[in-house]
């Protein structure tokens, strides 16, 4: 029996009587009268608040261990507190003479957490791997730079970091050692490679992986925002200060004598910089509706009517918006960079297969399970996966002008599948089924790797921030992300990677701690001059 616990018998037997001498309480635990004397000593050197009883009571202390463990938890491993902080917090809680929460007990204690985190997620892995319940991934790899070179490999469709390791290069044969070890551990396969070009990421995809490689739309629009935003907004910044400085002149000239030239001059001077304006706010306007419409066209449907599209005709609707870029720049005099634009291009195709790609996985697996007459096939492809495609899509969008397209697309195939015959025949259950289906299959479009781009900038933040962070902890990390943090429908990306419902991480791991640290003497002399 622990300390802790030995503590409670002797709380609870003078909670029934305060009054009991040292052998008549020795005599109901079956402890010693040394040992009830130094239990004795000790709860009274803790009682020093009005609250202080509780934290002795069986509630009291199960709620302290929730109370440290989510403090650390939260702060401590999640966002990388340190432990003298998160020692005053506790000291402010007058928790000193009940936990040992010196920075030292503190490290110690989230060592044991790091460890209960980590065999907590690979008893998880093993339970789903065992059970078959691993999918096919739709990969996205990228490196990020924090004390060393890290490579980061997600599946993008539950966000799930397959692994977060540091390298010491990254070179095509590092990267396939890595990720071949990983799918031969959990026995699964990439359907697709989202990245940003890399020679050795290519490679990696098309020859190591042998699946469908497929450009970064993130990157490719990167692309075309350094190319010309800076350009059409040096000339927009120009052209405003030109009419700023135009309208002081006019003031002026008012001002000194109102009917003579100098004040037709200045008007005339000030109309033509009002002109200037309007036509590079119109550049700027334009220039950004054709990088927004790029966004908008990488779909399996079109925007404006929710049909079916090929990637032919995805590749021309690009190639179109990218040469209506390219006249605009001509047009208003900016110099033409071939190189970018060129780049921009050669990675069109690419993008675009990924449409028929998404296409005929689908329809091969639905066809692997059920046959379907014209009219589900109709309904399946027009009306229920542009439905939950767009739902998902307007869920990941921030921007307000995109956000209004997304929702008139779906306020229309929202429409049109609700007085659908099949979808007014289908039971309440099966409709669901059918939509959790779809869901899962619209999310298997992916264009971006934007996820793991975000990802890396958090860490990288947190870097800069707490000026480095401890090795050990990388993969604590990863686990965190993985089991954490909570998609748009509430359930955990873990869930979806395995197809099951996994307990919540911090509650699993709440319940492997039978205690905390002891204070220590030492505790005292820091709670008095806190």
Known sequence: MGFWAKSLVIFNSLCGNATQSLRQLAHLSGFSKSSVHRLKQAMERRDRHPKSWFWETDEGRRWCIRLVVATLYTFGLKRGVGAETICEFFVRLRLEMHVGCSPSALRSFMDVLEQAILETAQAWE???????????IIGAVDETFLERMMLVFMDLVSGYLLFEEVAPDRTYATWHTRVKARLEGLGTEVLYLVSDRAKALIKLAETGLDCLSIPDLFHLIHDLVKSYSLAIASRLRQVRQALSQAQEGL??????DPSGAEVLRAQALVEASEAEVAHWEGVHSTYRHHLETVSLIMHPWRLLDSTPQTSQE?????????????TLVETNGLPVKKK???????????????VDFWWQEMWREVKQQVALTPMWTTW???????LMYWQDQLSRTR????????????????????THAITQQLAPAVLADWKVWATEH??????????????????????HNHRGLPKRRYKVWAVLHNFDCRASDGTTPASRFFRRE???????????????????QRNQALAISA
């Open 502 to 520: 996994f307990p919540d991480l911090f509650e699993t791991v709440l319940s492997t701690i039978d205690d905390l640290p002891r204070p220590r």
């Open 442 to 463: 619209a999310r298997a479009f992916q264009r971006a790797s934007s996820a793991v781009e975000g990802r890396n900038g958090y860490l990288s933040q947190m870097h």
């Open 251 to 256: 003031a002026t000239c008012q001002a000194s």
């Open 380 to 386: 399946i492809g027009e009306l229920l996966l542009p």
């Open 399 to 418: 921007c307000p002008k995109r956000k209004a397209k997304l929702l008139e697309a779906l306020e229309a195939a929202q429409k049109a599948f609700e």
């Open 340 to 354: 970018a634009l060129d780049k921009v291009r050669r990675q069109l195709a690419g993008l675009s297969a990924l």
């Open 314 to 326: 995805v590749e021309r609707q690009l190639q179109a918006e990218i040469a209506a870029i390219e």
């Open 126 to 136: 093993h339970k789903g791997i065992a059970a078959g319940e691993i999918r096919p």
